[in-house]
C-alpha cells in the first residue's frame, strides 16, 4: 500500500516536472558579467525553460539588440549589436528551436563602465492558450568596476529596473528590481522567478542535460513574487548562477495580428558565491 | 601597492580588487591605434572624475604633457615616441599610474 502510494506520488511528480512548465524565459545569456577589463563576449538568444533544459520555443527573431553603455555620470552612448547576431539552432535535450548568437569584439568594449543588453524578440505565438508572447530581456555587464546606468530605466515599453547591481551579488544577497511598464511602476505584477539548472554549453548550442538542482516538486521549478505598490520586488538569491526574473503581460501592448498578446520584461542577473 | 589587472584597469591602494570601498580611483588607457592614446577615469561609486589632472611622463619621469579629463572624463593625446607613462593624479590614496607598455589597442 505504501509502496504503492509513493509510486503514484512519484509519477504524480514526474508528470508535474514532465508537464508543459509555464514560465517561458526568453534567455539573453554571455558567461560573465562583470569583467575586470573588455573581452570578446560571446552572447546567445534562447527562448526556452532554463531551470529544466526543456521545450524550446521560437522567438520570432530578433527586432532590437542593442547596449546602452555608461560610466559614471557619462553620457550614455547606443551602440547597436543586431549585425552581428547569427541564426543558430538551439538543442536541448528533447527539444530544438532558432535562436541567436552574437560574438561582440572587444573592442567594443573597452571602455569601462555598464553595458545595459536590451534585446526585443518578435513574438512566439502559443498555441496551446492561442496568444503571442513578447519577452523583452534585460542583461547587464559592467567592464572595469566603474558603474553606469545599471539602475536607470531603457525606456522600453515595459522592464525590469535593477535597485540592487545586478553584476555585483553574492549567493544569499537579495536581487531588487522595479517593474515599469510605458516608465510607470507596476504595482502587484507577478514576477516569476527560474534558476539557470541546466548549464549553457555555448559549442554545443545547448543546455546541458544534467541539472545542478534536484526539485522535489513543480511548484519549486518556477518561483513567483508580486510587486508592491511601487513596482518594487525583493527576491533573495540562494545559489550561485543565472537568475532570471519575468514580469507577466506588464507592458502596453495587449494585442498582436488580432490575437492576445503577453508583452513580459526580463532581465537575468548572476550570483557568485563568497569563497 | 597596485594591484594589476592582467591587461590594463588598475585600481588605487585603497581598494582591493573587487572591495566595497566607496570611492576608489579607477584608471584605464587604450591605444587607438592611429598615434594617439585615450584614457578613462572614474570611482569606483560612479562619480566623476571630470577635471582630474593626467600627467604624461617620459621614461625618466619627466612630465611631457599634462591634461584634464574631460567633462566624460576622458581624455586622448598624441602617443609618446618612446617609453612613457600616463598618471591620475587624483590626489593621496587616489592616484594611479599606467605603463605605456601595457597599454595596447
Request: contains cysteine; glycine residues 10%; charged residues 20%.
Amino acid at each position: 500500500m505504501k509502496k504503492l502510494s509513493l509510486a503514484a506520488l512519484g509519477l504524480a511528480g514526474a508528470m508535474l516536472l514532465a508537464a508543459p512548465a509555464h514560465a517561458h524565459f526568453m534567455m539573453t545569456y554571455t558567461p560573465e558579467t562583470a569583467l575586470e577589463k573588455a573581452a570578446d563576449l560571446d552572447f546567445r538568444i534562447v527562448f526556452t525553460h532554463p531551470a529544466e533544459a526543456g521545450h524550446m520555443m521560437d522567438m520570432g527573431g530578433v527586432k532590437e539588440f542593442y547596449a546602452l553603455h555608461q560610466r559614471g555620470d557619462g553620457e550614455a552612448k547606443k551602440i547597436d549589436f543586431k549585425s552581428l547576431l547569427k541564426e543558430v539552432t538551439w538543442k536541448n535535450p528533447d527539444s530544438s528551436a532558432p535562436a541567436f548568437s552574437a560574438l561582440i569584439p572587444r573592442k567594443e568594449l573597452r571602455s569601462m563602465g555598464d553595458y545595459m543588453f536590451v534585446m526585443v524578440p518578435g513574438y512566439y505565438y502559443e498555441k496551446e492558450e492561442d496568444v503571442y508572447m513578447q519577452q523583452i530581456t534585460k542583461l547587464l555587464v559592467n567592464v572595469g568596476g566603474i558603474p553606469g546606468n545599471w539602475n536607470m530605466p531603457a525606456g522600453l515599453p515595459c522592464e525590469i529596473v535593477p535597485l540592487a547591481k545586478p553584476y555585483g551579488l553574492w549567493t544569499g544577497n537579495v536581487f531588487q528590481g522595479q517593474v515599469l511598464s510605458n516608465g510607470k511602476p507596476v504595482a502587484g505584477a507577478e514576477v516569476e522567478v527560474e534558476y539557470m539548472s541546466h548549464a549553457p554549453d555555448l559549442k554545443k548550442n545547448a543546455l546541458s542535460p544534467k541539472s545542478s538542482v534536484n526539485y522535489p516538486n513543480g511548484v519549486m521549478v518556477t518561483q513567483a513574487i508580486m510587486t508592491d505598490a511601487n513596482g518594487v520586488f525583493t527576491f533573495g538569491l540562494p545559489k550561485a548562477g543565472w537568475w532570471g526574473f519575468a514580469a507577466l503581460g506588464v507592458g502596453p501592448d495587449k494585442k498582436h495580428d488580432g490575437k492576445e498578446l503577453s508583452q513580459d520584461a526580463v532581465i537575468w542577473v548572476q550570483a557568485v558565491d563568497m569563497k | 601597492m597596485f594591484k594589476i589587472f592582467a591587461g590594463l584597469a588598475l585600481i588605487a591602494s585603497v581598494a582591493l580588487p573587487g572591495g566595497a570601498y566607496a570611492h576608489s580611483a579607477i584608471f584605464d588607457c587604450f591605444d587607438n591605434g592611429d598615434g594617439t592614446i585615450s584614457c578613462q577615469g572614474g570611482y569606483s561609486d560612479g562619480s566623476s572624475a571630470s577635471g582630474v589632472s593626467i600627467k604624461v611622463k617620459d621614461a625618466k619621469g619627466r612630465i611631457i604633457e599634462e591634461l584634464k579629463l574631460d567633462s566624460n572624463s576622458e581624455v586622448s593625446f598624441k602617443k609618446p615616441a618612446g617609453d612613457y607613462k600616463v598618471m591620475f593624479d587624483g590626489g593621496e590614496g587616489h592616484s594611479i599610474e599606467v605603463d605605456g607598455k601595457k597599454i595596447v589597442q
